[in-house]
């Protein structure tokens, strides 16, 4: 079964600065994506980033990257330059067979 | 729509009610994927459809769940005999293909058992 892991329940960062958010997942299948997912205090659920796992080059988008590590079953979320708009709950997400297998979360709280 | 949406957005039930919860997808988006998300968890899949067809209701916790696309557009997950583990917020997502797996959420439904 897939699991996903993200042992960080709570993250701090300065504003303007950049946080790493970490996630590990365990799975027997060779093509999958991966997701991160936030979703702010109104509770709606959005796509920050995903990545194909076939793909060795890591996504991007804008401020957000992520560091893949297919063999060691990694992909964690780097933040840059935060923003106060940035804190909310991040979800990383495992797609396989139809299903999403959602980590915890961790609570990204910014300082302004 | 825009996007996905949902009723109502907020729900409190009587022990032993029956509950209807409704998701309206993103128009012509084929999948639809209910989630339950438990207060300071991730959400846990519980059904996925593909048009009107319920090709996987693995993740219903019970009997009790029960939902349906009759008419591959409108879902309605519908709880019977409303149980306090039930207290949790329901999401719905949409995608556009059959095996797209990038998903648009709902604003959920936060419904509470007492």
């Known amino acids: 079964a897939q699991t996903v892991t993200q042992s960080q329940p709570e993250m701090s960062v300065q504003e303007a600065e950049t946080v790493t958010l970490s996630c590990t997942y365990d799975?027997?299948?060779?093509?999958?994506?991966l997701f991160w997912y936030k979703q702010p205090p109104s509770r709606q659920m959005i796509l920050v980033i995903r990545q194909e796992a076939y793909k060795q080059q890591n996504a991007t988008e804008n401020r957000f990257s992520v560091n893949f590590q297919k063999a060691a079953k990694s992909f964690s979320l780097k933040i840059s330059d935060s923003q106060l708009g940035d804190a909310a709950m991040y979800f990383c997400?495992?797609?396989?067979?139809?299903?999403?297998?959602w980590g915890a979360g961790t609570k990204l709280i910014i300082k302004p | 729509g825009a996007g996905v949406s949902q009723s109502p957005r907020y729900k409190v039930a009587k022990r032993g009610q029956d509950v209807a919860l409704r998701c309206d997808p993103i128009s012509g988006h084929v999948s639809l994927f209910w989630y339950q998300q438990a207060l300071g968890q991730g959400p846990e899949f519980l059904t996925y459809?593909?048009?009107?067809?319920?090709?996987?209701k693995s993740g219903l916790p019970s009997d009790r769940f029960f939902a349906e696309r009759p008419e591959g557009s409108v879902s309605t997950l519908k709880i019977q005999r409303t149980q306090q583990e039930d207290s949790a917020v329901y999401l719905c997502a949409s995608s556009e293909g059959a095996v797209d797996n990038e998903q648009f959420f709902g604003p959920g439904t936060r419904l509470t058992v007492l």
């Open positions: 799975t027997s299948e060779s093509d999958y994506y």
């Open positions: 997400a495992f797609w396989g067979n139809y299903q999403l297998i």
């Open positions: 459809f593909q048009n009107e067809a319920q090709l996987d």
